[in-house]
């Protein structure tokens, strides 16, 4: 027997030590559960529909003053001006920037009823957030994928990459559409890599929604626009007019008579910049910011609301049609 345990002075001043802390202990966890106040605020976290929504576009805000809801209602907007309205069973969609998947969720569920998907986004994280909330739908649809590489440089894919969008070639899938919403201003060098891709290396048509120079811009306010795009992560001249846009998309493949270029911005910046100030307010109540980056974000939309000199616009191109010999 060791014989310190034989000491009763040492098991009395052993058992003292060990009834202080735990009384300590108790006594801690006492002030904490008594100091909160169980009648506040903090059950809003119980509150919260899950999985929460990630959507992340401008918006369409006709009719919805909702975050979602106008980001759902956006990329409507693009496939109707694509004339897709009805779901499709072979269509094939190399979707670039798809976000966190709220966006590839809506195409599985209800655009695409066959045919093929393929995602890529420059974004580890939210790859990484749409494999998981996608996982079922992915599962239903064998030939969709989602992957992570910089879209802006397609000849740059891993072979993986440009492996699975080579099948979107197949020619049982009848409508090929590459679709961009709300990223192609910070494709860098230029968008015009991937529009010459998708047109001539893959026959696909072009919609989305961008961002363009207003034709009756100054000379400064298009310093200004472009200042601020270069401290929103875009290249200089990623703003570029109607006319300039369409330049480039002939240039890449696309049929001058079938662009549609639709300025949307009197349903997309007033009701976005309404929203951010809105939230702003509403998080408040609960001690929580919007953040600095989306306060200075709802200065710059509003000032493109009032200025017009950046435009919302809903793009579509289609291939030239393929002439057939008598």
Known sequence: MISWLNDPTFVAGLFAGVFATFTLFVGLAACLLLSRDHYGLDHWKLNLQMPVSLWMNLGYWKDTSEFAEACRNYLKQVFETADITTPQKSIAILDVGFGCGDQTSTILGGIISGGAYIGVTNNQVQLQAASRRCRDLHKE???????????????????????????????????????????????????????????????????GSDLCMSNTATWREKTLARTIGALMGCPWKAFLTVEQYREQLVACGYDRDSIVIKDVSVDVFPGLVAFLERHDKALAEFGISLGGGFRVARKVFGWFAVSKVVRAVIVVARLPKVKVAA
């Open 141 to 207: 649809l064998d030939t969709s994928h989602l992957f992570c590489a910089d879209a802006s440089k397609p000849h740059a894919w891993p072979e993986e990459i440009r492996s699975a969008v080579d099948k979107l070639k197949n020619p049982n899938l009848k409508g090929k559409w590459l679709l961009a919403s709300d990223c192609m201003y910070h494709f860098s060098p230029s968008r015009m890599p991937l529009w010459q891709y998708a047109a001539r290396n893959l026959g696909m048509n072009f919609m």
